[in-house]
């Protein structure tokens, strides 16, 4: 069964199996840092989510982030947006599609599928996201940084080579014409969407 992902569902972060207010003060309080730039006038922060030991469903993971966009907007409006957002955590195993994938690239019959499966808003193909595998989603106003999605795709390789190389010495690159970051054959997959000014994105490696 493919679920689609409803870009309106109004559900709190982490509603959908145990209760939002409990859950998130008593897995998010210990573990949220904000950052704090001194580059930006006024003062912006990122705020983190360091949830690297968890396995969130999708869904979960989905709503949380579109209620953190949801919540930004009529700041943004106001010009008083000046937080980002950034979560890493693991899913539970699940495909999801890209905008532009088909079906035709499933090895399984949708009805008989072996995990959730759902159509989702980002670009690209089919990808599992699975238990071993971190997933990063920035949740960035460009509007402070750089109205670039190239320069931003960029920057976000960058930053994923250098903490390979200096926390794993592992020796990672880009390809020509190609969006991502490689080791060898594989590839550090980066997805996005947009809206209005905001990027919602994830990138995911193997550890």
């Known amino acids: 069964m493919i679920i689609f992902v409803n ?22 309080s210990s573990i949220i840092s904000s950052i704090i730039s001194m580059t930006h006038k006024p003062r912006r922060r990122c705020d983190y989510y360091d949830l690297h030991k968890e396995l969130i469903p999708y869904l979960e993971a989905w709503t ?25 955590l693991q899913h539970q195993p699940v495909y999801t599609l890209g905008t532009g994938s088909s079906e035709e690239y499933l090895n399984f019959d ?3 599928a072996p995990f959730d499966l759902y159509r989702t808003e980002r670009g690209g193909e089919v990808t599992y996201h699975g238990p071993g595998q971190l997933v990063m989603y920035p949740i960035i106003n460009l509007r402070y940084h750089k109205m670039d999605l190239h320069w931003y795709l960029r920057a976000l390789e960058e930053v ?3 903490v390979l190389s200096a926390t794993f010495s592992i020796d990672a690159s880009r390809v020509d014409g190609l969006t991502g970051v490689w080791v060898g054959m594989s590839c550090i997959t980066l997805f996005f969407k947009t809206e209005s000014v905001i990027s919602l994105f994830f990138l995911f490696v193997y550890h």
């Not at 109004?10 to 859950?23: A, D, I, Q, V």
């Not at 009529?74 to 890493?88: A, C, R, V, Y």
């Open 7 to 28: 870009p309106n569902f109004s559900l709190s972060p982490l509603s959908l199996t145990r209760s939002p207010s409990k859950t998130a003060h008593k897995i998010h």
């Open 64 to 88: 949380w982030q579109k209620a953190i966009v949801k919540e930004r907007k009529p700041l943004i409006e106001k010009q008083e947006d000046f937080s980002d957002t950034l979560i890493i």
């Open 110 to 112: 949708v009805k008989n």
């Open 160 to 162: 994923v080579i250098r």
